[in-house]
């Protein structure tokens, strides 16, 4: 892990830390999977519409991720910040199963609870973005 991803995941982790009553290790932001996609298909077709819903989470949303647990929150984008807004989910991490890929300059992953929801959902990782989506995806996995 090189300094600068170290660097990129502390701006992510910072402002959702004092919304988590456990230390955040990683956290990212992504959109429903799918969604980036056929908005960018929409706009350059000229049309206005974007991607299709695939969970009752936000999007996008905002992941944070603790030795035991997976927040959701809902956010607002401050330029290169955030403002967290409110918690929408928390899974305990025990009781998830994760899968993922790279594709295309994104990463697309799928959190499963035991309770049989299933939340797709994706993130670029173009200019460098693959190692702090190799971290994000370290951390969700670990248990």
């Known amino acids: 892990m090189t300094k600068k991803s170290e660097k990129q995941m502390a701006k992510m982790v910072n402002p959702v830390q004092p919304h988590c ?3 955040i290790t990683a956290a990212i932001t992504c959109n429903h999977a799918g969604s980036m ?3 960018l298909v929409s706009k350059l077709m000229g049309q206005g519409g974007g991607g299709g819903k695939t969970s009752n989470l936000p999007n996008p949303v905002f992941l944070a991720v ?3 647990s997976i927040y959701a929150f809902k956010y607002a984008p401050r330029g290169f910040k955030f403002k967290i807004k409110q918690e929408v989910a928390r899974w305990q991490k025990d009781e998830i199963d ?3 890929e790279f594709s295309g ?3 697309t992953f799928v959190i499963s609870t035991k309770s049989g929801d ?3 959902l994706e993130f670029p990782i173009v200019m ?3 190692e702090l989506a190799e971290m994000f995806f ?3 996995q670990a248990k």
């Open 98 to 100: 994760v899968e993922y």
């Open 37 to 39: 996609r056929s908005l």
């Open 138 to 140: 370290s951390a969700l």
């Open 21 to 23: 009553d456990e230390k």
């Open 105 to 107: 300059g994104m990463a």
């Open 118 to 120: 299933a939340y797709s």
């Open 66 to 68: 603790s030795e035991k």
């Open 128 to 130: 460098g973005g693959k």
